[in-house]
């Protein structure tokens, strides 16, 4: 099933709506997110099937919220593509190279991403990503795929002036308003095992910047689950992003950066699209002053 959730023209609670083509149908009203369906889920109970009278909306017409309002834990790979770990000068790595995002860094599809006053440096990075359904510690890889509620597609929007001011990532992943998800997140059963084979890009102003595919990943959605929770528990809601493929503006000769104006895409064939326009800090920080 494609899920989606998000708001109408009047609605102030997101809701839970099935995809059906151009169409989102209500499964639940006031949901607020995925975590009740994930609950249930976890609890043995059937995906809900939408009522004979459930209202119906044009995909188009609802404004997409987060999928998981506050995830408890946001893990992210990098350097999961090869050829992005050399394009960034980095060895291609033989264990996964984690980071954390906070909750604060997220917005959901068709939000602004927000370049920060503090620079310029705003690259793109197209990224598959799972939401675990089920949680736990020491899960066996050949386990791992029970464990998730579901994918969609990520774009790890990076400040790379201050990624690269330490040798951890943290600062330049964590900004405000860079991390877009969403709007679609697809069941298991909508894709290939593990999300596997399936095209990734990303488009700058319709411009295609990065074109690969998950296959590529070095670390798999099993084998990466696996690994992340001989570390912690993961629990419901739980997110975890897969990587980047290459192409990033960093890496381009000339440099490319997203800029205020800017419209991005990154899209994962099956999955859908998620797209956001550029804004500055201060642009963003008038328009909810004015709100």
């Known amino acids: 099933m494609k899920l989606l959730i998000g708001t109408v023209q009047g609605a102030t609670t997101p809701s839970l709506f099935a995809v059906s083509g151009d169409r989102a149908i209500v499964l639940a009203h006031d949901a607020g997110d995925l975590m009740g369906l994930i609950a249930d889920r976890a ?41 992005h770990a050399r394009e960034g000068g980095y060895d291609v790595p033989d264990y996964p190279a984690m980071f954390m995002r906070a909750a604060t860094s997220m917005i959901p599809a068709e939000a602004p991403m927000v370049l920060p006053n503090a620079s310029h440096t705003f690259d793109y990075e197209t990224e598959l990503m799972v939401i675990i359904g089920k949680g736990g510690r020491h899960i066996a890889e050949t386990d791992a795929l029970s464990h998730v509620f579901g994918y969609t597609t990520f774009n790890d929007g990076s400040i790379r002036e201050y990624q690269r001011k330490t040798h951890q990532w943290t600062a330049g992943k964590n900004f405000d308003g860079t991390g877009a998800v969403g709007p679609i997140v697809v069941t298991p059963d909508e894709v290939p095992e593990g999300a596997a084979g399936l095209s990734i890009q990303t488009r700058l102003n319709g411009r295609v910047l990065q074109k690969s595919n998950t296959s590529d990943m070095i670390f798999t959605v099993a084998r990466t689950i696996a690994i992340v929770s001989e570390i912690m528990t993961l629990e419901p809601g739980d997110m975890i992003a897969f990587g980047t493929p290459p ?29 956001n326009p550029i804004v500055t800090e201060a642009d963003m920080a008038g328009s909810e002053a004015a709100e």
Not at 51 to 68: F, H, M
């Open 247 to 275: 192409g990033v503006g960093h890496a381009r000769k000339p440099q490319i950066w997203m800029k205020a104006g800017d419209s991005v895409e990154v899209e994962i064939e099956g999955i859908g699209i998620c797209r």
């Open 43 to 83: 609890n043995g109970k059937a995906m809900p099937a939408p009522a004979a009278d459930a209202e119906s909306y044009a995909v188009a017409d609802v404004r997409p919220a987060l999928p998981i309002a506050r995830p408890g834990k946001i893990v992210c790979l990098g350097l999961n593509y090869a050829e």
